[in-house]
């Protein structure tokens, strides 16, 4: 079973550039996250998708991010325009059941690592 | 203060010992925890979730406290591969947003 696939690995962009990042899920997985990682800090929650609906997105910093999921498959997570403070490692996650434990379990990608210089 | 608190080391310990780490939670409301582990510029996976009764796996032992809100794992007979970075993270499962400690990074020497 393919995991969760992140596409770029890598992406350094100049202030004021719009950045595009993408992920596809585990096939079947209705529940999509993102979340960040900024350099000498936790990994923060951004947003949930289930489907194609956005579950929660309080932890969107602003509305330069821009989070989609048409068809309920892939997400793409739009920066517009980038400042400096976006950079870090953007990761997605899917999940198929939602409940409580290790029923719900999160598989993430890879990462995309964002620099904005 | 963070909603998961844990040192970030780094620990630095010989093959073979046993280690344990420990991570504090505010919100009281946290019903479901886990600790992951993080290799240098890899994604996060999943190592265990962690029961209120205690659970082990393997060399690995999470304890819960719900009364102190603490959070707990112990490896034994440690081995170079564990050698990464264990997070520990908690939900309060109104939402299924993960909230994550810092980490703290393991160092298993030769």
């Known amino acids: 079973e393919a995991g969760v696939t992140q596409f770029p690995s890598h992406s350094v962009i100049e202030k004021g550039q719009t950045v595009t990042l993408r992920c596809d899920p585990i096939?079947?997985?209705?529940?999509l996250y993102w979340y960040r990682r900024v350099m000498g800090k936790e990994i923060k929650f951004l947003l949930h998708?289930?489907?194609?609906?956005?579950?929660?997105e309080s932890g969107m910093p602003n509305n330069r991010f821009l989070a989609e999921r048409t068809g309920g498959t892939y997400s793409t997570l739009k920066v517009q325009p980038a400042e400096l403070e976006d950079s870090g490692v953007y990761f997605c996650a899917s999940s198929h059941v939602r409940g409580t434990g290790a029923s719900y379990e999160q598989y993430f990608g890879p990462g995309t690592r964002l620099t904005v210089t | 203060r963070k909603e998961v608190e844990q040192d970030p080391g780094p620990f630095n310990v010989p093959e073979g010992a046993t280690v344990a780490f420990n991570c504090t939670y505010s919100n009281s409301a946290s019903q479901s925890f886990f600790w992951y582990r993080q290799d240098c510029r890899k994604e996060p996976k999943l190592l265990m979730s962690v029961y209120s009764s205690g659970n082990e796996d393997g060399r690995f032992t999470a304890q819960l406290n719900r009364a102190s809100q603490y959070i707990s794992l112990l490896i034994r007979d440690s081995k170079l591969s564990d050698s990464a970075t264990y997070l520990c993270?908690?939900?309060?499962?109104?939402?299924?947003?993960?909230?994550w400690g810092a980490g703290t990074k393991l160092i298993i020497k030769p």
């Open positions: 998708f289930v489907k194609e609906s956005k579950q929660d």
């Open positions: 993270v908690v939900t309060d499962d109104s939402n299924y947003q993960l909230i």
């Open positions: 096939s079947g997985h209705d529940n």
